[in-house]
């Protein structure tokens, strides 16, 4: 059964992706990971985090990818000095440099070669596996056939790791220097602006002041840089014959929400691919469920496609609609069911039991909703009452983390989601976000 690997931008999506399903997460220190804008972990936090990983039985590895100048070296030797003795189960990197310090201060540590190092090739595959990298993360170039045929070719004991969901990068993996042209932003260094994500004009070198948009579609633009998000949730069988030892979904600075409904989507399809081989049919309520996370187009990425035919890019600018996250269900406290009862509101009835909530969006006494759990796809709920702790009823919930106890007709667990129904969700436009994150 090969790994289902999640990413944990921070503490909450950490537990979310272990929660949904992931057999292991990778995520960054507060340096030297290709994700700078992400939360990130603290020294003290991986420490805490590989702590909680390995009592449920999973594996944490610490992405340690950027490509790091002469002057920063220093502060590699004391980053990776602090976190020797986390217990951190592998370490991803993309320069040679790296591997060779981290080699010197943490020899046992296992290394993981990023998708970063462009491997394409079974000759580039064998090189660095001579030179002690454990497994392989190929490069998002490569079609399946050819993923096999490295496979084919390695020893056993060398593993293969390919994305198979989340967002693309222009450039031949992620190897990009277009950042740092336009505003000193590199992305080799984990900073990446994104303008491949950006609108153009066209300009004539004697009328500067007079740009000349580039039409791709009329009064929208062009997008001739942008890729759609890769999504293989319906290729599980290829996927799970294909050789490749860990299922990777790219996401870290995505929220809970999505790392929570990616994993747990892939985790239904590849346990039911796993039960029975033969009789496997592809759900499309797995792709409905991935559809409801904040997503571009998607597409196979090139799994099935030369780039030269079709270069997966976008046909608009900006995220498809996501269903709005409205909460996460959290712990039972005895001293506020108590306050409410005390108010005159049964904690059950024959409409249902209260359970506790954190808000992450503001939902509404007498909204649909939808909570969905582990392991399974969003079930229907009628929002019929709303408790403060204090046992006040509420008419919505419109402070952002606030607590609230809302009356659900069928269990709950702690770390179910709630969200909006099919009728109501969040649209991300471009012009509502950074410049280069559309």
């Not at 610490?62 to 070296?73: A, D, F, G, R, S």
Request: glycine share 8%; net charge negative.
């Amino acid at each position: 059964m090969p790994e289902l690997l999640s990413p944990a931008g921070n503490f909450e999506k950490l537990k979310a992706a272990l929660l949904y399903g992931a057999d292991a997460v990778y995520c960054a220190g507060q340096m030297f990971g290709m994700r700078a804008a992400a939360d990130n972990f603290s020294v003290e936090e991986l420490y805490e985090a590989v702590e909680y990983v390995h009592a449920r039985g999973k594996k944490l590895y610490l992405t340690v990818n950027t490509m790091p100048h002469v002057q920063e070296y220093p502060l590699l030797r004391k980053f990776l000095a602090d976190v020797k003795d986390a217990g951190i189960d592998a370490m991803i990197v993309a320069d040679l440099g790296v591997m060779a310090t981290i080699r010197e201060i943490i020899p046992d540590m296992e290394i993981h070669v990023s998708t970063q190092t462009s491997i394409v090739s079974p000759a580039s595959a064998k090189a660095w596996a001579a030179m002690g990298a454990k497994r392989l993360v190929l490069a998002r170039e490569l079609t399946m056939e050819e993923i096999k045929a490295i496979r084919a070719e390695l020893p056993d004991g060398i593993e293969l790791e390919a994305f198979i969901h989340g967002s693309m990068c222009v450039s031949y993996s992620g190897r990009c220097l277009l950042a740092n042209a336009f505003n000193g932003r590199d992305g080799n260094r984990g900073t990446c602006s994104q303008p491949c994500r950006w609108n153009y004009s066209l300009v004539e070198e004697k009328r500067l002041d007079t740009p000349f948009p580039i039409e791709q579609q009329e009064n929208v633009g062009t997008f001739i840089m942008s890729s759609k998000d890769m999504c293989m949730i319906e290729h599980i069988p290829e996927l799970m014959q294909s050789g490749v030892a860990s299922f990777k979904i790219e996401g870290r600075m995505k929220s809970a929400y999505y790392t929570a409904v990616v994993t747990n989507a892939y985790r239904m399809a590849m346990d039911t691919y796993q039960r029975d081989p033969d009789g496997y049919r592809f759900d499309p309520a797995w792709l409905e469920e991935l559809e409801s996370v904040s997503h571009r187009e998607y597409g196979t990425g090139f799994y099935f496609d030369d780039p030269m035919v079709n270069p997966q890019l976008v046909s608009a600018c900006g995220y498809i609609r996501e269903k709005a996250y409205f909460s996460t269900a959290i712990e039972y406290d005895e001293a506020e069911a108590e306050a409410i009862a005390a108010c005159g509101v049964a904690l059950e009835n024959e409409s249902g039991r209260l359970y506790r909530f954190i808000q992450r969006n503001k939902v509404s006494a007498g909204e649909d909703a939808e909570l969905i759990s582990p392991g399974k796809i969003g079930k229907a709920l009628h929002v019929s009452e709303l408790y403060a702790p204090d046992g006040g009823a509420l008419e919505s919930t419109p402070h952002p983390s606030m607590i609230y106890w809302c009356r659900v007709p069928f269990e709950v667990k702690v770390g179910d989601i709630m969200r909006a129904s099919c009728g109501k969700g969040l649209e991300i436009r471009a012009k509502d976000r950074l410049k280069g994150d559309c």
